[in-house]
Every structure is written in C-alpha cells, then in structure tokens.
C-alpha cells in the first residue's frame, strides 16, 4: 500500500500524525458520534487499551503490542533533576538496578561515603533498609532486583515477596496460612524458606502450610495428612502427629517419606533418535550468550536455581521460536544468533497449569473433545430418533435442550458486587444442566446428566462397548485422573489436575513422533504419587519418538531425566550460563552445579 493510504487506515490521517485530537459526544442518544470522519486503527487501539475496559479486550490489544525501553530516561523511570541527586556517588536508579546480594554489600559500606552529619540523618533510615534487604535475602531472593516489574514475577517469588513483608513486621500472635510456598524453588533455596517459617512461628505466631514437598514436611512440628487418595476417593484424615510418628505409618505420604516407595531410576536412558536442535548465542535477560544442544526423543530437563535463566532459555527464546516455525505465530523470541535442526520438529505444545476454562461449563469431557461423541451417541438411541433429536439437543449451548434457567451451567451466578462471584445450584434442574424432556432420554439407563456425573473410573467401564469414547476415557484413567467427574466443573480443577487433563487430551490425539512438548514446573501441587503418574504419562510421549522439555526443581523428575541442561551457578547476574549438559550420573560429577550436590543423595 502507498505511504499515505496505509497511514490513512492506521492512524486515520494521511500525514500520520499519531496526536490527531479524536472528539466524540457523549451525550449523544445512540452510540459514540465523532467529529473525526475516521479514527484510524492505532488511536483506537490505544483508546481500547486505555479505556478501562475488560481484560480480555486489553490483552487482545497487547498483543500489538511491544515494550520498549523509554528513550528519555533510558528506563530509570525517573526525570533528570531526580537523578542529579546522588549518595555514594549512585542515584537511586542505579542503586534499583543492583540485584540484592550487590546492593546490601554496597549498603554495608555506604557510611564510609558518607560524612559525619550525613551518617546521623541515615542512621535509622540504613537500619530499616538493611533489615528489609536481609529479609528478602533469607527467603531465597538475591537475584532479584529492585526495578524488577511485578508482573514478570513467579507465583513463588512473589510469595516470598510478601513473607519476607511479614517477617519484617514482627507481628505476633498471627495465623499465617501458606500454599505450596516452595513453588519455583530449588532445593537450595529450600532450607532458606524453613528458616524463614520458623522464624515466623519463633516469635509467636502459628504457620500453617499446604506442601507436597519433603524437605518441608520433616521439618514441620505437627503433619496433618488427608487423604486416603484423591476426589471422592479422599476427604478423611488419615493420619496426624509429629513427623517421627507419622514415619511409622502405612499411609502413601508415610511411605514415600520413609522410603518404603519411591519413584524408580529407570535401568538405562534413552538413546533419542540421533537428532539435535541447536540454539545458538542467547542473550535474553541474563543469559550470557549461551549456546544448547536439545537432543531430540529424548526427555530434556532444565534444571538450576532460581532465576538462573531457565525460563528466559525456553519460554521466552526455545517456545516463540518452535511457534513461529510450526505456526508462523507472531511471538518476538529474545535476543539469539541463529537456530538449527527446525526441520526436525513439525508441532510445539506447551502444557502449563491454567485452567481449562473459566466457566462451570466447561469441564473435562468439553476439553478432551469426547463430549461430542457422547451427545451423538445418545441422539443415536431409538427414542431420541422418534423424538426428532439431533445431537444439538444434548448440548449446553442450544437453548431447546439446556436447562433455561441457569443455561446449562447447572450453576447460578451471583454476583456480590464487591466480593468475589458465589455460584449456587440451579433451583430448576438442581444442577442437572438439562430440561426434563432432555433427561427422558436414556442409554443403558442412564441420562446424559448421569454420565456427566460419574467418574472417569466409572465411565471407562460403562463405555467399554464404544470403541472410540472408551480410547479417548481412558486415557484420562492413565494419567491419574479416574476420580474426576467427566461433567465436574473446570473452576474446581486444581492446577496439576488440569494440566493431567491436556496431557490426557494429547495423549489421545495421533502424534507424528516429531512433537516438542514444553512443560514448566509440572509437579506444582502435586503428591509423590501424583508425580509417578505425571511421569509415566511423559515416558509414554517420549516413547512414541516425541521430545519432552521439562523444567523442573523437583529430584524425582530430574533424576529420571535422560539428559539434563542445568544452568547457574547462582539466580540474576551470577547465572545465565551453561553449567552442564548430560545424563544424571554425569551431573553427579559437577563441582560448580548447586543441582549436583542434592542428585548425589537420589542416585
């Protein structure tokens, strides 16, 4: 398009001139009316984004869009006249930039810089800072900065962001309830996070912390284990008392503490299938212009402490890269030289832990896609025929066969205004989603709403006669999943649950064994047992000739790995480099890798 017809369509005028004044008349009855003929796609983008609108119409607009570092303060976020100001010959900006660890040497120095009446005015001041930076440094969090933008946080790190708050205030006599806290951490950082704990309850508050994590667990001073299994299958005490008295039991998390279970070292590592994709010079963040080799039909694991750049390596430079190749998706990878081995890869998949959907409609039967088949297997049965059913008619979204009230939710929202949304059951259907006439129609005796009840354990046995929905059932069966409810709502499905559910739904699907599956952090929230089936589920990917990425703090994952990339040796500025690449036993031998000294105790 020429110049002037294309600045016309973006910005509404032919000189593309982006502070066009765009009025419009908000007392008008009907609609926005504008004095502008037309605003140009830019301005309303920008309007859109600014606007207050929803956050899905924000996010859509994002992702037009780009950060860059501002020109006029070079990201230091602050004039030139509040720069000029300077202690020990640093200004504030520079001071945010440090990472924790060179800021509290740089703050443990800072009264030689400064002279006598100076040093009286900062004396309570360098007190309270010095406190806050070693509170923040107990709980594992030296690497990072203090311009770092909250939003590029971790669920874990912010976590600690706010303990260490805690810690700070020396409340007493408080209940702090905590879920999974060592989410994102390694088992480095781990012992920091238990000091810090205890700490908390040392000056005379109660701790209470939801944690699959072992380390954790032994140093508790009382153990609360619910179970026996997961779903309805769960929901009882099974045991409680002080660690040592819980060793002696038989229950499942008594008998992988004890080591009575535990997950097994596979006999030999995989050989993969000879081919390699090759990521030269990364330099995203503070990868420090790193070269990896990605064996292919292999399980990969991605290993290192926090913050030493494992995300950046694969999320925001290996994934946006296999997108753009696979997709021709528009994701801008980081900084890197050059790729290779593309050719070998034909699908990227990467399987976090959001939900499967936001809405009581959804659940897992809709995800995994059977819930069609479902709907066409009970418009096959004679009395839906005569009726004049068409599969429609079983759906939640066609008005004809759904519940009218709550609109085949079986849940009604609430709003509370201020407070977050309450669902109730539907007063009509009591939650059975569907009309009268709809429930009439029965296979083997059961409703439609009947087999949205029943558990994946139960499905599988009930639809052993129909090939094709039994095969795409029981995978879910495969990958630990028997206890959910085909129909349970995808807002009640925890993270691992609803990550097992895609892993579940890909394990259905045909593969072309050339697929590169992405997995960060999958064992967040899960059991030791839950972790076996997690595993399993991953062996029978890789075994079909696909290659699965894993990152992972975890020692039961890493050390069935058959190869591992492990960076380090510290988070921010101290890692980003490669520190080794190899199978387990090999790591083992790594005087550098933080990673090696705890594989020892596992191999």
């Not at 750049?309 to 801008?332: C, D, F």
Request: hydrophobic share 35%.
């Amino acid at each position: 398009m020429p110049k002037k017809a294309l600045n016309l369509v973006l910005y509404g005028d032919e000189s593309g001139d982006t502070t066009l004044d765009v009025e419009f008349d908000e007392s008008a009855s009907v609609g926005q009316i504008y004095a502008a003929d037309y605003e140009g796609i830019v301005p309303a983008l920008k309007r859109w984004f600014s606007g207050g609108t929803t956050d899905a119409l924000r996010e859509w607009v994002e992702r037009y869009m780009e950060l860059k570092t501002c020109e006029t303060c070079g990201g230091a976020r602050l004039r030139k006249e509040s720069l000029w100001f300077r202690v020990g010959e640093k200004n504030i900006a520079e001071l945010s930039a440090m990472n924790l660890n060179r800021l509290m040497d740089w703050f443990g120095g800072v009264e030689k810089k400064l002279n006598s009446k100076q040093n009286i005015i900062a004396k309570d001041v360098l007190k309270e800072i010095r406190e806050r930076l070693q509170f923040l440094s107990d709980v594992g969090l030296t690497y990072l900065t203090l311009d770092r933008s909250s939003r590029t946080l971790s669920g874990g790190e912010s976590q600690r962001i706010r303990l260490a708050t805690q810690i700070g205030s020396q409340l007493q006599g408080i209940t702090y309830i905590l879920d999974e806290p060592s989410i994102g951490l390694h088992q480095r950082d781990n012992q920091r996070l238990i000091v810090a704990l205890k700490n908390l309850r040392d000056i005379g508050n109660s701790v209470l912390v939801v944690e699959h994590d072992k380390d954790i667990m032994l140093a508790a001073d009382y153990l609360v284990d619910i179970g026996p299994k997961a779903g309805f299958h769960g929901g009882r005490v099974v045991a409680q008392g002080r660690p040592p008295a819980l060793l002696k039991l038989d229950t499942l998390t008594s008998s992988y503490l004890n080591g009575h279970r535990r997950i097994e070292i596979p006999a030999e590592r995989r050989k993969g299938n000879g081919k390699t994709l090759e990521l030269k010079g990364s330099k995203g963040n503070n990868l420090k212009n790193v070269d990896t080799k990605f064996p292919l039909g292999k399980l990969i694991v991605v290993t290192g402490v926090s913050g030493s750049g494992k995300s950046t390596l694969i999320n925001e430079t290996l994934y946006p890269i296999l997108s753009k190749h696979a997709y021709n998706s528009r994701v801008t990878p980081l900084e890197f030289k050059s790729v290779k081995g593309l050719e070998n890869i034909d699908k990227v998949i990467e399987i976090d832990q959001s939900p499967i959907g936001r809405t009581p409609r959804s659940n897992p039967a809709t995800y995994c896609g059977f819930f069609t088949d479902i709907r066409t297997l009970f418009s096959s049965v004679p009395e839906a025929k005569i009726r004049g059913y068409n599969a429609g008619r079983f759906s939640f979204n066609v008005k004809s066969g759904r519940c009218d009230v709550c609109e085949g939710g079986g849940m009604r929202v609430i709003e509370m205004n201020f407070l977050p949304d309450v669902y109730v059951h539907c007063e009509k259907c009591n939650g059975r989603r569907y009309n009268r006439e709809t429930l009439e129609i029965r296979y083997k005796g059961k409703s439609i709403s009947d087999v949205l009840d029943m558990t994946v354990d139960e499905a599988v046995e009930f639809f052993q006669a129909v090939p094709y929905l039994y095969r795409k059932i029981k995978v879910l069966q495969e990958v630990g999943l028997g206890y959910i409810t085909l129909g349970q709502s995808a807002v009640t499905l925890s993270g691992g649950e609803a990550q097992r559910v895609k892993l579940g739904t890909e394990l259905g699907k045909k593969d072309t064994g050339k697929t590169f599956y992405i997995l960060d952090e999958p064992t967040t929230g899960l059991h030791f047992e839950d972790i076996r089936h997690l595993l399993d589920v991953l062996n029978k990917l890789v075994d079909r000739g696909n290659t699965v990425l894993v990152i992972e703090h975890n020692m039961d994952v890493i050390k069935v790995a058959d190869h591992i990339i492990d960076l380090g040796p510290e988070g921010g500025d101290g890692g980003g480099r490669i520190l080794f690449e190899g199978t387990p036993e090999e790591l083992v031998k790594n005087k550098e890798s933080f990673t090696a000294k705890f594989l020892k105790d596992e191999l």
